[in-house]
């Protein structure tokens, strides 16, 4: 496959955490996406720790946690102990973004920085070297199942151009909304890695909807 494919595991049934991942153990999805929320930064709350936890426990694909939560700092090393393989804090959460960035690359983890639908990409100046990923949210964080917001493709297109030319090795991360059907416009803009909840699990065989996503 081409493109990294991360089911989101919102939409899964945490009554069957063992089922669901030995399901995409056999599946081509190269890693989980595992949406922490926590209701101050996005209005819903979802799953924490413990979760993540359990995942772990029956996968060896990357966790791809993806924290909407409003003050990371003080869970970063807790995240690493789960099993968290890549970290992402979103930079409308974090007022001291080059440290906790920093603290998430000296717990032995890859650091994400994710991006609302508002906010623009040339905030990422001067954090751009210092990241393993940039996560365009492509619908406002806090639900699965939104719609997909069609200017992400025009960010996307502007992160790969300010990545190409002062960080080469950062991967872009796509998260809200993708479908098969957006999905290579996603991938021709630039994006490496597409994060699907619904797609996957609404689809009548999930398996090869991934494979689809990840051929995009
Ligand atoms: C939304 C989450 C997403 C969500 C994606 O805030 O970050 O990861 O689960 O779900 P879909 O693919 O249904 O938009
Ligand atoms: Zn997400």
């Known amino acids: 496959m081409k493109n990294i494919v991360a089911p989101s595991l919102l939409s899964s049934d945490f009554s069957r955490i063992k089922e669901e991942s030995e399901r995409l153990n056999a599946s081509a999805a190269q890693w989980f996406h595992l949406d922490v929320m ?9 799953f924490g720790l413990p979760i993540i936890e359990a995942f772990r426990k029956h996968t060896t694909k ?4 993806h924290a909407m939560i409003a003050n990371p700092d003080p869970y970063i090393n807790d995240f690493k102990s789960v099993g968290a393989d890549i970290l992402t804090v979103h930079y409308e959460a974090c007022t001291h973004l080059h440290r906790t960035v920093d603290a998430i690359k000296k717990a032995g983890m890859k650091a994400g920085v994710a991006l609302n639908p508002h906010t623009p990409v040339s905030l990422l100046m001067e954090i751009i070297h210092d990241v393993d990923m ?3 949210m492509s619908v406002n964080p806090g639900f699965g199942g939104q719609k997909f917001i069609e200017h992400s493709v025009k960010k996307v297109r502007a992160v790969k151009a300010m990545i190409d030319e002062f960080a080469p090795d950062v991967l872009i991360e796509v998260d ?17 890695a597409l994060v699907a909840g619904s797609t996957v699990y609404k689809s009548a065989d999930p398996l090869k909807t991934i494979k689809a996503l990840g051929n995009a």
């Open 38 to 46: 926590d209701g101050v930064f996005v209005p819903n709350i979802s």
């Open 62 to 65: 990357v966790l791809d946690v």
């Open 134 to 136: 940039v996560l365009i």
């Open 176 to 192: 809200g909304g993708v479908t098969v059907e957006n999905a290579p416009r996603l991938v021709a803009a630039g994006a490496q």
